[in-house]
Nanobody
Framework: QVQLQESGGGSVQSGGSLRLSCAASGNDYRKYCMGWFRQAPGKEREGVAT???????TYTDSVKGRFTISQDGAKNTLYLQMNSLKPEDTAIYYC?????????????????????WGQGTQVTVSS
């Protein structure tokens, strides 16, 4: 089974930067998309960025030009570099992957399906 563990969240002022990391382990996930989602208080979870098995990236409009998704060469760690942070970026951020052994429901973002989630890491941006 795929396991995901996020780290790197915290509190910053508007305009600041944070780098989120997601340590991934398990089988097969490297061939599929990995992504970052976020959930703000009182809102539904939304896709933020995704990277395909071939390294193509997509971003939701609100973070384009400010956030960058990447992986290390072995695809053991997924990153989200967040620059020029705004108060509206405040949310719990989740790492996501596709687990061939999982039987739960799927969530789709940017053409990719996800069925495995980390526990989340809080990002708070103050004005």
């Amino acid at each position: 089974q795929v396991q995901l563990q996020e780290s790197g969240g915290g509190s910053v002022q508007s305009g600041g930067s944070l780098r989120l990391s997601c340590a991934a382990s398990g089988n097969d996930y490297r061939k599929y998309c990995m992504g970052w989602f976020r959930q703000a208080p009182g809102k539904e979870r939304e896709g933020v960025a995704t990277i395909t098995g071939l390294g193509m990236t997509t971003y939701t409009d609100s973070v384009k030009g400010r956030f960058t998704i990447s992986q290390d060469g072995a695809k053991n760690t997924l990153y989200l570099q967040m620059n020029s942070l705004k108060p509206e970026d405040t949310a719990i951020y989740y790492c996501a992957a596709y687990d061939t052994a999982a039987t739960g429901s799927y969530e789709y973002y940017s053409g990719c399906g996800y069925n495995k989630w980390g526990q989340g890491t809080q990002v708070t941006v103050s004005s």
